[in-house]
T-cell receptor, first 112, second 113 residues
Framework: GDSVTQMEGPVTLSEEAFLTINCTYT??????LFWYVQYPGEGLQLLLK?????DKGSNKGFEATYRKETTSFHLEKGSVQVSDSAVYFC???????????FGKGNQVVVIP | GAGVSQTPSNKVTEKGKYVELRCDPI?????LYWYRQSLGQGPEFLIY????????DSGLPNDRFFAVRPEGSVSTLKIQRTERGDSAVYLC???????????FGEGSRLTVL
């Protein structure tokens, strides 16, 4: 079935470092792809999305490009801040995008 | 309110008890979702309402779980004869339109002792 795989384990990095979180997907159709973020003590919120191949979603300095040829939607940020510490979830729209299938999430910790 | 509201934020109960979790979506949002998030995992789909009807309940794990949305706004997730394995954070989300963004509440953390 349609699913998302995120890289294993938490990510710890220093302020101003480059961040990449890998996400690959399996889908039978042409799903929309999303990154959601969960800051400490808050609910999940949409970070960015892309609705078709080669689209790039961007927000708050984060970017992800919908790569159909590699079935990937990796999240990147060039210079992270302490305030970016959160859990990041990759997701895809399934069943006509009527619901989302989420990856396991990656805890990102940015140290000053 | 401005966002999706879930109550209670925390619920501790004993094995075998009945539990209700409430979700108040953003006003005007026609679609409402329940997800369950276990420790270290991503949200797992449970059920999706479009208006008052359950459009997709394929994620409900068994017949102990049931959800209603009688007036097309507030929804209640009901869990009968709770088991320790039901312990998780139960998330509610709503959206408007066919492909709009999902807005999540902060979740209800259920602990079954």
């Amino acid at each position: 079935g349609d699913s998302v795989t995120q890289m294993e384990g938490p990510v710890t990095l220093s302020e101003e470092a480059f961040l990449t979180i890998n996400c690959t997907y399996t889908a039978t159709g042409y799903p929309s792809l999303f990154w959601y973020v969960q800051y400490p003590g808050e609910g999940l919120q949409l970070l960015l999305k892309a609705t078709k191949a080669d689209d790039k979603g961007s927000n708050k300095g984060f970017e992800a490009t919908y790569r159909k040829e590699t079935t990937s939607f990796h999240l990147e940020k060039g210079s992270v801040q302490v305030s970016d510490s959160a859990v990041y979830f990759c997701a895809l729209g399934v069943y006509g995008n009527n619901r989302l299938a989420f990856g396991k999430g990656n805890q990102v910790v940015v140290i000053p | 309110g401005a966002g999706v509201s879930q109550t209670p934020s925390n619920k501790v109960t004993e094995k075998g008890k009945y539990v209700e979790l409430r979700c108040d979506p953003i006003s005007g949002h026609t679609a409402l979702y329940w997800y369950r998030q276990s420790l270290g995992q991503g949200p797992e789909f449970l059920i999706y309402f479009q208006g008052t009807g359950a459009a997709d309940d394929s994620g409900l794990p068994n017949d102990r779980f049931f959800a209603v949305r009688p007036e097309g706004s507030v929804s209640t997730l009901k869990i009968q004869r709770t088991e320790r394995g039901d312990s998780a954070v139960y998330l509610c989300a709503s959206r408007t339109g066919d492909t709009g963004e999902l807005f999540f509440g902060e979740g209800s953390r259920l602990t079954v002792l």
